[in-house]
């Protein structure tokens, strides 16, 4: 059975230094892997995603991922946070090829600093 | 481009009531959406896969009867609470998948409170 594992409940980083929200999964074959972020009585938005090709993926508000095959991680990072990137993140992971289940994780609450 | 939208964004009723809350993709066709439940502070859990043209198919736990789910076109994909109790209070979410069959994209979610 695949699964997503967010191990921060919650991450504190101060405005304006590098945030780093850690993914690990578990997936049969080549996964296709997933970021959101959930506002505050919100539905979730879609950050990015990696399907194939360049294991550094760059989404969207400056957010980036990289893929890592061999350590099954796929963590989100930003250069420089901002107080307005304080929200929930899920990651998410579905087997590769498209009409697949997808299993999100717990979420990571990002809190940035003043 | 890929928008959801959800309606009603919250709702309170009283005790065994139904209350239906719509789906809708905006600006394209999805063969699938997906309804979610999210409780405070816990992540998602998916209560139905719905399909348009077919019957729903619900996870495990999830009553049928209950939550009735109906995805007539491409665009619409409803939710009926039936004869809601307070235990239905929650939030609410759905999505769409795109039409490369790789992507969720969510509606912004509802809010149901039942008295």
């Known amino acids: 059975a695949q699964s997503v594992a967010q191990p921060e409940d919650q991450v504190n980083v101060a405005e304006g230094n590098p945030l780093t929200v850690k993914c690990t999964y578990s997936v049969s074959g080549n996964p296709y892997l997933f970021w959101y972020v959930q506002y505050p009585n919100r539905g979730l938005q879609f950050l990015l995603k990696?399907?194939?090709?360049?294991?550094l993926v760059k989404g969207s508000y400056g957010f980036e991922a990289e893929f890592n095959k061999s350590q099954t991680s796929f963590h989100l990072k930003k250069p420089s946070a901002l107080v307005s990137d304080s929200a929930l993140y899920f990651c998410a992971v579905s087997p590769s090829g498209g009409y697949q289940k997808v299993t999100f994780g717990i979420g990571t609450k990002l809190q940035v600093i003043p | 481009g890929a928008v959801v939208s959800q309606h009603p964004s919250w709702v309170i009723c009283k005790s065994g009531t139904s209350v239906k809350i719509e789906c809708r993709s905006l600006d394209f066709q999805a063969t699938t959406m997906f309804w979610y439940r999210q409780f405070p502070k816990q992540s998602l859990m998916l209560m139905a896969t719905?399909?348009?043209?077919?019957?729903?198919?619900?996870e495990q736990g999830v009553e049928k009867d209950k939550f009735l789910i109906n995805h007539a076109s491409l665009t619409l994909s409803t939710l009926t609470v039936t004869s809601a109790h307070p235990e239905d209070s929650s939030f609410y979410i759905c999505s769409a998948r795109d039409n490369r069959g790789d992507t969720q994209y969510f509606g912004p979610g509802t809010r149901l409170t039942v008295l």
């Open positions: 990696y399907i194939t090709g360049d294991n």
């Open positions: 719905s399909n348009e043209g077919s019957k729903a198919t619900y």
